[in-house]
C-alpha cells in the first residue's frame, strides 16, 4: 500500500510541476521584440576559424592565457579592482602585490578557478542549470563573503547608476526559475549564440540575484554560452564600461536588447580576429 501511494504521490508531483513549468512558460516576458543585428561577418570569421583547428598546441595555450588574463583584469576592473592588468598577471602567479587588499587578490585567483570551471562544463557539454549558475557564483565569491556565495540575496538591492530596480528578495527564485524556462524554449535556440549570450547576461544581470558578484558571474555565463557553440571567450574591457551600462539599463527599463547585443557582438569580433591573426603568423 505504501508503495502504491508512494507511486500516486508521484505523478502528483510530476503533474503539479509540469503544470507549473507550463505555467511559467505563459507568464515568461518575451524579452526580445525582434533581433536586428545581422551576424553575416562573425559567422563568416567563425566558418574560417573551424576550418583551420585545430590550431598547433603552444599557440592554443598562449592564446588562452592571454584571454584569461584580459577577461579576468578587465571583468574586475568593471567592479572596481585597482589592480592593473601587470599587476593581476603577478597574482595569478602566485605572487601578492604590497598595496592591495586581499579582497583584489581574492577577485583575481576565484576569477581563474572560475574560468576553469565554465571550461569544465564546456568540455563534458552539461546544459545550463541553477546549480551551475549558483556554483559559478560560488567560485566568484568564495573567500570574500561565504555566508552570500553561491546563495540567492534576502535583501532589496540598488544597481548604482541605473534606472532599472532589481525585484524584491522573494521574487528571485521564481525569475530565476522563469530565465530558465525562456532560455530552454525552442525559440531561444533558434537565437544566434551572440544573440542568446547577450540577452543570458542582460536578463540575469536584471534580476541581480545575489548580494554581490552579479556581474561578473554574468560574464561567465555569458562566455559559458559563446565556448559551448565554439566562440573563443570575449573581454567586455573596462574601457567600454560607460557604454556596457547604458546598454544595459536600456535592455531593463524597455526591453530593447540590441544595443547590447551589438556591444557582444564587437567584442565577439575582437576575439575572432585574435585567433585568425595567429593562423595567419602560422601559416
Known amino acids: ?22 505555467k511559467c512558460k505563459r ?28 590550431l598547433p598546441k603552444y599557440t592554443v595555450k598562449s592564446l588562452r592565457e592571454k584571454l584569461l588574463l584580459e577577461w579576468t583584469y578587465n571583468t574586475n576592473a568593471i567592479e572596481g579592482n585597482t589592480l592593473t592588468i601587470n599587476e593581476t598577471k603577478v597574482v595569478l602567479e602566485g605572487i601578492t602585490v604590497g598595496g592591495k587588499t586581499l579582497r583584489e587578490h581574492l577577485e583575481v585567483l576565484n576569477h581563474r578557478d572560475a574560468i576553469q570551471f565554465v571550461e569544465e562544463i ?18 566568484v565569491l568564495k573567500g570574500i563573503d561565504d555566508d552570500y556565495a553561491g546563495v540567492y540575496r534576502d535583501q532589496q538591492v540598488f544597481i548604482s547608476g ?25 525559440v531561444t535556440e533558434k537565437l544566434h549564440p551572440v544573440a542568446r549570450g547577450a540577452m543570458l547576461h542582460a536578463i540575469f544581470v536584471g534580476i541581480h540575484p545575489f548580494i554581490d558578484g552579479n556581474g561578473r558571474t554574468a560574464r561567465l ?25 547604458e546598454a544595459l539599463d536600456k535592455a531593463h527599463t524597455k526591453k530593447e536588447y540590441d544595443d547590447f547585443i551589438e556591444l557582444v557582438k564587437s567584442e565577439v569580433e575582437d576575439s575572432l580576429n585574435l585567433y585568425l591573426d595567429a593562423i595567419n603568423k602560422n601559416a
Open 162 to 186: 541605473a534606472k532599472h530596480i532589481p525585484p524584491a528578495p522573494f521574487l528571485i527564485k521564481e525569475e530565476m526559475e522563469k530565465l530558465l524556462v525562456w532560455y530552454e524554449q525552442a
Open 1 to 22: 500500500m505504501n508503495y502504491i501511494r508512494s507511486i500516486f504521490d508521484c505523478i502528483h508531483f510530476t503533474r503539479r510541476y509540469n503544470q507549473y513549468k507550463e
Open 221 to 245: 555565463l555569458l562566455n559559458l554560452e559563446l565556448m559551448k557553440e565554439g566562440f573563443p571567450p570575449i573581454v567586455i574591457k573596462v574601457e567600454n564600461r560607460l557604454a556596457y551600462y
Open 27 to 54: 507568464k515568461v516576458i518575451v524579452f526580445i521584440r525582434e533581433v536586428k543585428p545581422v551576424f553575416d561577418l562573425i559567422n563568416r570569421k567563425k566558418e574560417l576559424l573551424d576550418v583551420n583547428r585545430p
Open 122 to 139: 564546456v568540455q563534458k557539454g552539461d546544459p545550463l542549470s541553477e546549480w551551475q549558475i549558483k556554483n559559478l557564483h560560488r567560485l
